[in-house]
């Protein structure tokens, strides 16, 4: 595993995600172990061949895919937390 538990913590925080539930955390540690393993976190000339600009193009789509997947996962978060507040302060009354 290339990531650690501090390079890990890194990205969420500049994500936003520092204060993600065990749950997303095990599975946001899945995806980066993954994108890793494929060398998509990173510049790789594992996936690009002769056909460098196409190929390029399809790599940054992917990260740029990555990206969008870390601000949805972040506003669900927000939401989750949000829903769980708002059940304890009815189960309260």
């Given at each position: 595993?290339?990531?650690?538990?501090k390079?890990?913590?890194?990205?969420l925080?500049?994500?936003?995600?520092?204060?993600?539930?065990?749950d997303s955390l095990?599975?946001?540690?899945?995806i980066?172990n993954?994108?890793?393993?494929?060398?998509?976190?990173?510049?790789?000339?594992?996936?690009i061949?002769?056909?460098?600009?196409?190929e390029?193009?399809?790599?940054?789509?992917?990260?740029?895919?990555v990206?969008?997947?870390?601000?949805?996962?972040?506003?669900?978060?927000?939401?989750?937390?949000?829903?769980?507040?708002?059940?304890e302060?009815?189960?309260?009354?």
């Amino acid at each position: 595993m290339l990531f650690n538990n501090k390079n890990i913590a890194g990205i969420l925080e500049d994500r936003g995600l520092s204060e993600l539930n065990d749950d997303s955390l095990w599975q946001v540690k899945n995806i980066l172990n993954e994108l890793d393993d494929e060398q998509l976190l990173r510049n790789s000339k594992k996936i690009i061949s002769s056909d460098y600009g196409n190929e390029k193009a399809i790599a940054t789509y992917l990260r740029a895919i990555v990206e969008q997947n870390w601000v949805l996962l972040a506003q669900n978060d927000k939401i989750l937390k949000s829903l769980q507040s708002q059940d304890e302060d009815t189960k309260e009354k």
